[in-house]
């Protein structure tokens, strides 16, 4: 036993940062984590044990038949995850346990240890990245994703794993991170296309100016190019399933989910697009439809990404982050000034984009971005900020450090005590609900229901 302790205090000192964003999530999430009730709301449902196990047989490829007549499924790119769900069902798995394996275990620790290890790779600070995990964790965005659209809250949680990936084949471009980073691409697809297509987004963005600022000669942008190519190979091949009948059957671009109608002009604007806050977010039960306005200490963070600039750091990588953060400020301030037609013409115009018809999704871009730059200001010794008294520069960082704890202490307490209602209230299955599924479960006959 006298061996165990010091290798216990050993690991706990040498993974405190990691052990401590862990324990921050144990105490905000605990009704996810540990409670044994059904918590469902918005999007997401509650499959009986029948409902659940028929999903493994009948994943419906392109084609769904159990509403109207039947239509193309134009989220067939979905299958394999719903594919998970049918197996957790006929392994004898029930929706609540399903739920938590599938959702709220990744979602609740993805979020904040993938954040963590891309700012750690960005910024090789410790510090820095806890401090960017938190902000990118505590985003207002996301949390409003957390009281139903859990698909997208769960993509969000590994958007920052899928850009690390990425940053890994441009500076090490062996073959097993081409290939890792092609599986995580193509899962992050199955889980949500909408946030694969804004981290595509991204990551273009990311190599363009990446090329740009180091400079380079044609001939190393064609290798840097080709590095891709692989990548870009096995991603369409494990899409084949979802692309091949949905182009045959010309629903690509003529379909639901693009013929939909902008909306929201009036919720989005620049100033809470800048700082970085939905406008939504109340601190407590989220205001659907009504708009709500950035709190001013926000602010304090976009700042400390622009006083980054002005430090002339020798690490490009910090402009391409900056470039990113305004890529994402400009698309979720939607058609608000300034350049207010620009979010119609692209929705109009470009390939994909109309499937955005709200601009809240580009928050992933400004978030990431944002987190990515708290991060590096915080992985100065001495916060970002040099000064001839450096009792002036510790005050400052401190104060800053102060402001995101009161963010995440406002943001987890409406989480953590159900206050926010929604998903994160335990909900029980109405007797009668189980008795008509008891019923339906029963008759030997096919029929439909009319509802």
């Given at each position: ?427 029980e299955v109405p007797r009668e609900y189980t008795e008509l599924n008891t019923f339906l479960t029963s008759q030997k006959e096919y029929f439909r229901v009319l509802w």
């Amino acid at each position: 036993m006298k061996f165990i302790y010091p290798t216990i205090l050993s690991f706990a000192q040498k993974n405190r940062y990691i052990l401590g964003l862990i324990g921050v999530q144990l105490i905000v999430f605990h009704r996810w984590i540990f409670s044994n009730r059904i918590f469902t709301f918005g999007d997401i449902g509650v499959y009986p044990p029948e409902a659940q196990r028929e999903l493994f047989f009948n994943t419906q490829f392109f084609y769904t038949g159990n509403f109207g007549f039947g239509d193309v499924n134009i989220a067939a790119s979905n299958n394999p995850f719903v594919f998970l769900y049918g197996l957790l069902g006929k392994i004898g798995i029930n929706a609540i346990w399903s739920e938590k394996i599938l959702f709220f275990y990744p979602i609740v620790f993805g979020v904040i240890l993938t954040s963590y290890f891309l700012i750690r790779y960005l910024t090789k600070s410790e510090r820095g990245a806890c401090i960017g995990a938190l902000l990118y964790s505590y985003n207002t965005y996301f949390l409003v994703t957390l009281t139903g659209a859990l698909y997208i809250s769960l993509a969000y949680a590994f958007v920052p794993l899928i850009f690390l990936a990425f940053l890994k084949v441009l500076d090490q471009p062996t073959l097993y991170h081409k290939f890792l980073f092609a599986f995580l691409a193509a899962w992050l697809g199955f889980i949500e296309f909408r946030v694969f297509y804004i981290t595509f987004l991204m990551m273009t963005v990311y190599f363009v100016f990446f090329l740009y600022f180091r400079k380079v000669s044609l001939r190393i942008i064609l290798s840097y190019i080709g590095h891709f190519i692989l990548p870009g190979i096995l991603l369409i091949l494990m899409n084949l399933f979802c692309i091949f009948p949905i182009l045959f059957v010309g629903a690509l671009t003529d379909n639901v989910l693009f013929d939909r109608g902008l909306f929201g002009d009036g919720y989005f604007d620049i100033l809470n697009a800048f700082a970085v806050f939905h406008p939504w977010w109340t601190w407590d039960v989220p205001s659907i439809f009504v708009k709500q306005t950035a709190a001013p200490f926000l602010f304090i963070f976009p700042i400390l990404a622009a006083i980054l600039l002005f430090k002339r750091l020798r690490d490009g990588r910090i402009y391409v982050f900056f470039i990113l953060f305004l890529v994402g400020i400009f698309l979720t301030k939607q058609s608000g000034a300034p350049f207010e037609a620009m979010y119609l013409w692209l929705y109009n115009h470009i390939p994909g984009f109309n499937a955005f018809r709200e601009s809240s999704k580009f928050f992933v871009v400004s978030s990431l971005s944002l987190a990515v730059l708290v991060g590096y200001f915080f992985a100065k010794g001495d916060g970002g900020v040099r000064n001839a008294n450096e009792k002036i520069g510790y005050s400052f960082s401190m104060g800053v450090f102060l402001a995101l704890l009161l963010i995440v202490f406002l943001n987890a307490k409406t989480i953590a005590t159900g206050d926010i209602g929604t998903m994160f209230i335990p909900r029980e299955v109405p007797r009668e609900y189980t008795e008509l599924n008891t019923f339906l479960t029963s008759q030997k006959e096919y029929f439909r229901v009319l509802w």
